[in-house]
């Protein structure tokens, strides 16, 4: 019943754009943490941004610093990431995961995620 829907990834040149949406269903959306992460072949998954509850506390990789942007919209049950500047190593898999406790997820160990969605950068 809980599902994580996500939208907005797609492929594009080095320089520019991309703003991914991931709209919650069937949980309380405002009591979760929010998260986004990405994989790439042949490395682990990791984290990107994070966000609390409430939309106070985020938190970025160190190489999406300054250009990547996470924040939620708890009317919407949405979090989004703004990516800007867009490099070709920012080329993954992107995905939505959201769990109640922080710790446990930023360390990857989420209540769900979402399917995830591809982001394509050329140069």
């Known amino acids: 019943q809980v599902q994580l829907v996500e939208s907005g990834g797609g492929l594009v040149q080095a320089g520019d754009s991309l703003r991914l949406s991931c709209e919650a269903s069937?949980?309380?959306?405002?009591?979760?943490?929010m998260a986004w992460f990405r994989q790439v072949p042949g490395k682990e998954r990791e984290i990107v941004a994070a966000i609390d509850w409430s939309g106070v506390h985020t938190q970025y990789e160190v190489s999406v610093n300054g250009r990547f942007f996470i924040s939620r919209d708890n009317g919407k049950n949405t979090v989004y990431l703004q990516m800007n500047s867009l490099k070709p190593e920012d080329t993954a898999v992107y995905y939505c995961a959201a769990d109640s406790n922080w710790g446990q997820m930023v360390a990857g160990v989420n209540d769900y995620w979402g399917q995830g969605t591809q982001v394509s950068v050329s140069s």
């Open positions: 069937g949980l309380s959306f405002s009591d979760y943490n």
